[in-house]
């Protein structure tokens, strides 16, 4: 049988054009609908994000691509879809920690999409300040993998009624922007010095004759960068868009990939996926087994621990928020000298890992949930 006669690449652009005028389309008719939900939502006084609907709909979609489209690429594109979408129903308002162009503003960026309005804050405290007067998420880092948990995030949580409903994991990397996105000619590079030290060697191998700049940001590091057109810039290739720059490498960094996970806060309990990771904070006295006691206890429920880190405290005072295991915590009772950080498997509805939640609750002299969410496999994967 004599195959297909080979088609000319005029006509193979042309339907090409005829395709992405057909996807368009059907963008305008989702939009149309998805105005129409806003105005339900509006005269209901319904909440306009739903996280579980927005996962489901990217996890059926993505089971059902079987054809020449990259699978991985689903999730991707129906995230930015269903932003900008949502952004015609009331755009969603997303904190985090300054100045842009950080590896926070990316783990934002990469959850809720190019069309949420990103609102950089002074510092983790004035996030969940921002969430608690009315944006709709926060997003703040809690663990790098070179440098382990930030633990002095734990610190706000102790007077927080907020909650952790995701987490974002993504690879923390290290690229090199320049004018063209080529390296010819580029005589500095701008970079922060943490940065400029994990990038050492690519940074040889690429500029190998460029001096290397100080610069007290990413951020910074762009815009210095972008006024001269023989510097370039090391920061994360988010910060290529917001300076006008290109991505001429898209990592730079030395050794095995870094991966940052980061916790989204926000005011309503995240619903259970069957894939669930829950947070408790615990606060111990100087009562001898009590940390073996709570992570016994945890085992014999059957639940897996994924991650314990500790950070001492001088807090003595009560423990702000609710009084219920599913709501907030226990009350804290006087000389609590470390803070307790664990991650476990299970959503805290699940039976088993309630009950034991709620017997901790009573034993121990400060507990608190601080919320159930979808596990991220993200870069982990």
Do not use: W
Request: glycine share 10%; net charge negative.
């Amino acid at each position: 049988m004599a195959s297909p006669p080979e088609r000319d690449l005029a006509s193979l652009r042309a339907e090409i054009d005829s395709v992405d005028d057909q996807i368009l389309a059907l963008l305008d008719r989702r939009a149309v609908v998805v105005q129409e939900v806003g105005r339900q939502k509006r005269e209901r006084r319904q909440t306009f994000h739903v996280p579980q609907r927005e996962r489901a709909v990217i996890e059926r979609l993505t089971a059902a691509a079987r054809g020449a489209f990259p699978r991985e690429a689903v999730g991707p594109v129906f995230r930015e879809i269903m932003s900008a979408c949502l952004s015609l129903e009331s755009p969603l308002v997303v904190s985090f920690p300054g100045p842009e162009a950080t590896f926070s503003h990316l783990a934002a960026k990469t959850r809720f999409g190019l069309s949420a309005r990103f609102a950089p804050a002074a510092g983790l405290g004035e996030v969940f300040r921002a969430v608690g007067r009315g944006a709709d998420y926060g997003v703040v880092p809690v663990e790098e993998a070179s440098e382990g948990l930030v633990t002095h995030a734990l610190d706000y949580f102790l007077d927080s009624d907020l909650l952790i409903v995701g987490e974002i994991v993504i690879e923390a990397a290290h690229a090199l922007l320049t004018h063209t996105g080529g390296t010819a000619g580029v005589e500095r590079v701008f970079a922060h010095p943490v940065a400029a030290a994990r990038c050492a060697a690519g940074l040889v191998e690429a500029v190998g004759g460029a001096a290397v700049m100080t610069a007290p940001s990413a951020a910074a590091a762009a815009a210095l960068a972008r006024a001269d057109s023989k510097s370039a810039a090391l920061a994360p290739a988010v910060a290529a868009d917001l300076f006008d720059l290109v991505v001429a490498r898209p990592r730079l960094d030395d050794g095995p990939v870094d991966v940052a996970r980061f916790l989204v806060l926000g005011r309503e309990p995240a619903a259970r996926t069957g894939n669930d990771a829950t947070s408790i904070l615990v606060g111990l006295d100087d009562q001898p087994g009590r940390l073996a006691l709570a992570l016994e206890q945890l085992s014999a429920a059957g639940l897996n621990l994924r991650r314990i880190a500790s950070r001492p405290t001088a807090r003595r005072g009560p423990l702000g928020g609710t009084a219920a295991v599913g709501d907030g915590g226990t009350p804290a009772r006087s000389g609590v000298r470390d803070l307790f950080f664990v991650d476990l498997d299970g959503h805290q509805d699940d039976p088993g890992c309630r009950d034991a939640l709620a017997r901790l609750a009573t034993e121990l002299p400060l507990f608190k949930v601080l919320g159930s969410y979808p596990r991220d496999e993200g870069a982990r994967s």
